[in-house]
């Protein structure tokens, strides 16, 4: 059989066991019927072979099995798988609950944000019509105040007037749509911080609810009623632990029964606890970001008060940024209320699932079997096994991790949701306590706690057989796989959860890197300044302090080393050398010229001679 014909086997069985319960008036989920068709096969008592196709026979036992064990009201095993598969499909953290929230208003705000963006209106009536649109925008976008009062549309107006007046309406429009969804939420924004700054200042906040007020009132009620439920289930989870402890020392065929029946409403209640657990720190974690946001608006509101202090107009570079942050915060208040009241709800949901214990054990029926009985709580056993811890040095191929030699020992990931290992397996599935301050014994890069040094040094000696028990024993109660966490072992009946975020195990620090420091220099600096430590300088320096140009070698050899080695000398040949100007060059000097004028052809009887110097001037040449 291929795998797409095996997946549509098991889909035409749970839809039709989900059919056959509906005709018999109980109405389940089909992510419920898929897992308890898994368990109903996983569990050895029922003979499946998994390794092989399952015939026609094998189908219907398989269903009416199923069938069998959904309509069974008055079984807790079913009521804590209802509770784990309720809570796997409906919790969500913090993050993903505000993205989902925030996902959801984009989409209803889609079609009102289209009407503004595709607009193309001309006239003065269109473009009334428009600016009436964004306001309302806005007003369902920051969730102050209802869009349909007259009162919230007027101070909402005037407040996005101040920022954005009508006359800019039509280069609004000119825009592309991108930029005119971005100038949307800028506006919302803008106009957010407004109203809540002039609510703070006494002059509006009309159909604006004090969100802070409301969340320092809600977050505590929630804690405390969070807190009763969880002491109430770890009263139940106490007194049934005592009675199974007390049973399994002194088992008989009369016992057997209610035992099973305790074991099965003692992990509903474990189931419920770690749940509430998990709620409860959800509304720690809310409670801690109110109180920082919660100062932050604070500080924004004085830091924006500063600002417009007896002043007529102030630069919007100055207040806008003050107005989206104040708007920021407050959309996170409501997201906290969100958050919070998700939170309430799932508590009060789970609520349900316990039901079967006042019918089971009514109050009459517990003080009977804890006659004589002494209830211990998680913290006494703790407290009683504290001082008895693992000695390492007993165990040479174990490695053990103890709170003195390893740093991250509080955030180490435990196996069995922190319950004993040796415990449960010996003693037929009875749940108690870890005590991780005795020691975690590494197998396999698993961590596993003890209740006591005794079940450490037994489990230590052949952990695999005990992990073997515990696999078989959560065959058999299904519900325990999710409560132990043995989601590795049984990975087709691993929660939505589990499988959406495999985060890598967290390994012990036991080793770390460490380093000292000392003082650069502690005696006084002794640098030589001429110090050199290139070998060819070295050379180039002793050829100068030798002076080997200027000098001969010489050899001599004496009688003891005649004819003994070749010896040999070496000179500086002389060598012709010549030199060279820069250039060569010429000089010319001026030809004299001297002319006698009245020699001859004179009238006069006397001759007068005149010396006339034509020689031309130096620079003339």
């Known amino acids: 059989m291929t795998h797409s014909q095996a997946e549509n086997v098991i889909k035409n069985i749970i839809r039709e066991i989900g059919q056959e319960c509906a005709m018999k008036g109980q109405t389940v989920p089909e992510t419920l019927v898929a897992f308890m068709v898994k368990a109903v096969v996983l569990d050895p008592r029922n003979e499946f072979n998994v390794d092989r196709t399952l015939t026609k026979a094998d189908v219907q036992k398989l269903i009416k099995l199923c069938i069998e064990r959904l309509l069974d009201t008055r079984n807790p095993s079913l009521d804590t798988i209802k509770m784990q598969v309720y809570f796997d499909m409906n919790y969500t953290n913090r993050v993903e609950l505000i993205n989902e929230q925030h996902r959801i208003l984009e989409s209803r705000l889609a079609p009102v944000s289209r009407e503004i963006t595709d607009n193309r209106a001309r006239t003065r009536e269109e473009l009334e019509g428009v600016y009436r649109k964004i306001v309302s925008y806005v007003l369902l976008r920051s969730g102050l105040g209802s869009p349909t009062d007259i009162k919230v549309i007027r101070e909402a107006t005037a407040a996005l007037q101040s920022v954005f007046p009508q006359t800019e309406l039509a280069a609004f429009l000119s825009l592309n749509k991108k930029e005119k969804e971005r100038q949307l939420k800028e506006l919302t924004m803008i106009v957010t911080g407004i109203r809540l700054f002039n609510k703070d200042c006494g002059k509006g906040g009309e159909g604006i609810d004090d969100l802070p007020a409301i969340l320092n009132e809600a977050i505590p009620a929630a804690s405390h009623h969070i807190d009763l439920e969880l002491q109430s289930s770890q009263d139940l989870a106490y007194r049934y632990t005592a009675m199974v402890e007390m049973m399994h020392q002194s088992l008989n065929a009369e016992m057997e029964l209610k035992l099973t029946m305790l074991k099965e409403v003692l992990y509903n209640v474990r189931q419920h606890e770690a749940y509430l657990c998990v709620i409860l720190s959800d509304v720690i974690t809310c409670a801690q970001e109110v109180e920082m946001m919660q100062k932050q608006f604070a500080a924004q509101m004085e830091q924006l008060k500063d600002v417009v202090r007896a002043k007529t107009a102030v630069p919007t570079s100055q207040v806008y940024p003050i107005f989206i942050t104040l708007s ?3 959309t996170s208040f409501q997201d906290e209320i969100l958050v919070l009241s998700f939170l309430n709800n799932l508590t009060v949901n789970l609520q349900q699932f316990l039901d ?32 008895d811890k693992v000695n390492v040095s007993d165990f040479t191929s174990e490695e053990w991790l103890l709170p003195e030699t390893t740093i991250n020992f509080s955030q180490l990931t435990v196996q069995y949701h922190g319950f004993c290992a040796y415990s449960f397996a010996v003693k037929d599935g009875l749940l108690l306590p870890g005590n991780p301050s005795l020691g975690i014994l590494k197998h396999k890069e698993k961590y596993y706690t003890f209740c006591s040094k005794e079940a450490a040094y037994s489990f230590a000696k052949n952990p695999d057989k005990y992990i073997k028990m515990i696999g078989d024993k959560a065959k058999e109660s299904p519900e325990l796989i999710q409560l132990l966490e043995l989601h590795q072992q049984f990975e087709s009946l691993a929660p939505y959860s589990q499988v959406k975020s495999k985060d890598k195990s967290l390994r012990p620090i036991t080793k770390c890197d460490s380093s000292t420091q000392t003082d650069t220099h502690i005696l006084p600096p002794t640098i030589v300044k001429d110090y050199e430590w290139n070998e060819w300088e070295l050379r180039r320096k002793a050829i100068k302090l030798a002076n080997l140009r200027q000098k001969l070698t010489h050899s001599v050899q004496t009688n003891l080393s005649h004819m003994r080695r070749d010896n040999s000398a070496q000179v500086y040949l002389m060598k012709d050398s010549s030199t060279q100007t820069k250039r060569e060059s010429s000089s010319n000097v001026p030809r004299p010229q001297i002319f006698l004028a009245g020699l001859r052809g004179g009238t006069p009887p006397i001759t007068r001679m005149t010396k006339v110097n034509l020689t031309r001037a130096v620079d003339e040449t």
Not at 360 to 385: A, N, Q, Y
Request: aromatic share 6%; hydrophobic share 45%; charged share 30%.
């Open 328 to 330: 920021n915060l407050w």
């Open 356 to 387: 079967a214990h006042a019918v089971i054990f009514p109050e009459g029926v517990m003080e009977s079997l804890l006659e004589g009985i002494t209830v211990k709580t998680d913290e006494e056993r703790l407290k009683k096994s504290a001082d």
